[in-house]
């Protein structure tokens, strides 16, 4: 008896066993939802198409999300599959390498805004609009979303704007998609070593002040995050849409802790 029994979820974002969506992915099929899987590029296939398959899933398309034909045809080779979805986790993230890394002002481009925009904003939006005709009355779409949305994090830089937009985007498309009983929420995960988190500059020191901070006392899990988007998107959650839940540890809601050194 799981709490996503019945459900068929799409998710857009596996790239590796350290990716939340690998996380998510495991807490859906540990509650009982049926899975199918985008994947970047021709790369990362044959490692989604292997957790596919100890997800019981054999559904896996290819799909480049700065691309409304490879967006489309995901949602055409699925209605071969499925009649309707249930739920769509979107787990993608991306701006050039060189924005995240120097002050704000000297390091972002017109290039790099544009990039980071559309990779991470408005690519959930485009697949509400291409999954539109699928989405169940009861569905529900989740996306991934940072702290550097709400406040100013080191290098994090023209990210922020990203995800606030897709913040934004969450309520937008809240209101937009409830009248057809969709739901869609975001999470704000703390900081978890992934691959997009590889090659940040000093990102052992951010994880190591986030673990002292946080309430908690430590970092979060993708598992936790797992856990929370399988609460979301499963009917126990019928009344939330357009919500950010913080799973972060409590960070989020401190500033300076008594053990503080400066405090
Ligand atoms: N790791 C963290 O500290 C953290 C914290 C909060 C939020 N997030 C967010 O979580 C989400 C997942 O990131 P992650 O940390 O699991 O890292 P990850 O690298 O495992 O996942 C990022 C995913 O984005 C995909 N992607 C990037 N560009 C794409 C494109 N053009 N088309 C299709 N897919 C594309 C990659 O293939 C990958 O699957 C991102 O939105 C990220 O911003 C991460
Ligand atoms: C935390 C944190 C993260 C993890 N996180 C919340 C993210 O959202 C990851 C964002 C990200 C987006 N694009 C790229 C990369 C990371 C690195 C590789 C690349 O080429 N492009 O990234 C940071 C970047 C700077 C500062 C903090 C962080």
Known sequence: MGILDGKKALIVGVASKHSIAYGIADAFHQQGAELAFTYQNEKLRPRVEKFAEAWDSTLTFPCDVASDEDIEQVFTDLKKHWDQVDIIVHSVGFAPAEELDGDYVDVTTRGGFRTAHDISAYSFVALAKAGRPMLSDGGAMLTLTY?????????????????????????????????????????????????????????????????????????????????????????????????????????????????????
């Open 147 to 263: 702290l550097g949305a709400e406040r100013v994090l080191q290098n994090y830089n023209v990210m922020g704007l990203a995800k606030a937009s897709l913040e934004a985007n969450v309520r937008y498309m809240a209101a937009s998609l409830g009248k057809q009983g969709v739901r869609v929420n975001g999470i704000s995960a703390g900081p978890i070593k992934t691959l997009a988190a590889s090659g940040i500059k000093s990102f052992r020191k951010m994880l190591a002040e986030n673990a002292r901070r946080a309430p908690l006392g430590r970092n979060i899990t993708k598992e936790e995050v797992g856990n929370s988007a399988a609460f979301l998107s499963s009917d126990l959650a019928s009344g939330i849409t357009g919500e950010i839940m913080h799973v972060d540890g409590g960070f989020n809601i401190t500033a300076m802790s008594q053990e503080d050194p400066e405090a």
